[in-house]
């Protein structure tokens, strides 16, 4: 599934026990035997209006304070690729609509393994006028798939200003993501890395429409025999 939007639901579901509660009964009939634990998170993903998702963070954005404290994640000093395993560990298990045990607690499971978010989340720091421009120039080129994450501040302007939702980096979105520094490129990797997160950080002076898209998988990285795997094709071409 590639789904708009899918890469931040992801991240706020993920953030607490969210897979645990949103796999609860819905009435659909799964086999008896061994289900797949990936395949139901799949498919109630598939039924999540995701601009429904990002509409209603908008919305609550709005309806909070317009200063949001600054995450404290200092500006890049190089341009590099680290990636992170999103695997999620059940704190509960999934029940049926009989309250027998499907998936037990404890079962991890990865998600991008059926979910391939197409979007990008941009980390930046609305402080800095080379992120901000930045994050304009990645917009201006892929509309449909920048989604603006600060570390802080007025939110809510910011989103009225882009005509679009801006989402807060808090706590358990650094940390589920592993973010580092300002600004940051979050997608997924590709080859030996393609169920990872794909976090890719720029030194100042390095962020631009092209060397995002080159790293829109991550940037180039060696395999476990010790060769350099390059994450190619590029990124999308730009509007």
């Known amino acids: ?33 061994e289900p797949d634990m990936m395949e139901l998170m799949a498919e109630r993903a598939s039924r999540i209006d995701w601009e429904a998702v990002a509409r209603d963070l908008a919305r609550r954005a709005d309806e909070t304070l317009s200063d949001f404290p600054m995450a404290p994640l200092p500006v890049a000093t190089e341009t590099a690729t680290h990636y992170v395993d999103p695997t999620y560990v059940l704190d509960r298990p999934i029940l049926d609509q009989n309250g027998k045990e499907l998936i037990p607690a404890g079962t991890r499971a990865n998600p991008l393994e059926k979910i391939r978010p197409v979007t990008r989340l941009f980390l930046f720091d609305p402080r800095r006028e080379d992120q901000v421009a930045c994050l304009d120039a990645a917009l201006a080129a892929w509309p449909e798939l920048i989604e603006p994450l600060s570390v802080g501040g007025d939110i809510r302007g910011m989103a009225k200003k882009l005509g679009r939702p801006v989402f807060y980096a808090d706590r358990h979105i650094v940390e589920r993501f592993g973010l580092r520094a300002t600004p940051s490129l979050v997608g997924v990797g590709r080859g030996e890395r393609s169920t990872m997160l794909a976090v890719t950080e720029f030194a100042p002076g390095t962020c631009s429409v092209a060397g995002l898209r080159e790293a829109w998988y991550g940037l180039p990285f060696k395999t476990e025999k010790g060769a350099l795997e390059s994450t190619t094709p590029d990124g999308p071409a730009s509007k």
């Not at 789904?3 to 026990?17: K, N, W, Y």
């Open 1 to 33: 599934m590639a789904a708009r939007g899918a890469l931040i639901a992801l991240a706020l579901t993920l953030a607490g026990p969210g897979w645990a509660t949103d796999l609860g009964v819905e009435g659909k009939t799964f086999p008896i035997h």
